[in-house]
């Protein structure tokens, strides 16, 4: 079975009416699911706030603090980086990490083969001390590094398809050899870094990977980075967990990004990385919702992963 983490509150963080990163997009992903009839036969999964030690499996007290403090003094944006909030930012963000490390509970206690979490604001982003772009909390590095803590899982995959390079998940996890880091991303754009020689550092050398690729970039590049190189290095990693930051803004139409998947490339990408969970951690995946803005296209090529995940869920959990 598929779990969903889908918590209403994630609606209320507004960045501004004419913002990419707005409530519709978690409205947009729901309704696609309910029309493409998944969303009942999904394991739906209670809501809850992270709490400030799960936070500080990755973030700085410092850093929770400041963006604590900027949301409930009425700041407009967060002062550590460019970041737009409002007053439900903070709310929105620690329910959104919440989900997600409810999703890798229902995963790891084998309630759920696999889940996708649809939340907000998105993640990848924000390293231990600072948010950037649209994110706050780093919600797939959270689940990480729960999953190690509470759950015993050695090592953890996280495979990025954003358009946009997941820089904070790098960030936390560069010099970590336990976690293993892929992305592939346009470039140059925001935020500039995933250059292919960020390999990692110290211990972690080897555990990160970067496949930046051209505007016009699609099935061809980003799944032949899969096929080719993170299959034989997951074989050789041996992961105990996948991860997905889920970015759809790599679709073709997107407003933000100029990459050319569709969703049938979204389903093929997910296949790929369930077989490495099949073939090294019982299956077990969770995905977490990161870019796409573009309401039409982020419904469809979501909905495309959701069926994918679903329609693979047989085999027994280890």
Known sequence: ????????ICREHLMGRAHPERPERFDAVIEALRQAGSLDRMLHLAPRSATEEELLLCHTPAYLQVARHDVE???HYLSTGDTDIDGHSWDAAVRAAGGALNAVDAVAAGRARNAFCV????????????GMGFCLLNNIALAARY???RHGMERVLIVDWDVHHGNG????FYSDPSVFFFSTHQWPLYPGTGRADETGDGQG?????????????????IL????????????????????????????????????????RDFTDLTRRVMEIADRHAGGRVVSMLEGGYSLQGLAS?????????MTSTSGNTR
């Open 301 to 309: 090529a979501a909905a495309a992963h959701v069926d994918a995940l």
């Open 224 to 263: 032949g980075a899969v096929e080719n190189s993170l299959m034989a290095a997951a074989d050789r990693f041996q992961p105990d967990l996948v991860l997905i930051s889920a970015g759809f803004d790599s679709r073709i139409g997107d407003l933000l990004g100029q990459f050319t998947l569709t969703d």
């Open 205 to 221: 050398q080897g555990t990160t990977t970067n496949f930046p690729f051209p505007a016009g970039s699609g099935r061809k590049q």
């Open 119 to 130: 939340v907000r604001p998105p993640g990848h982003h924000a390293n231990a001390s600072r």
């Open 147 to 149: 999953a190690q803590r």
């Open 169 to 172: 998940t790098q960030d936390i």
């Open 73 to 75: 003094t009425g700041r």
């Open 1 to 8: 079975m598929t779990a969903l983490s889908a918590d209403p």
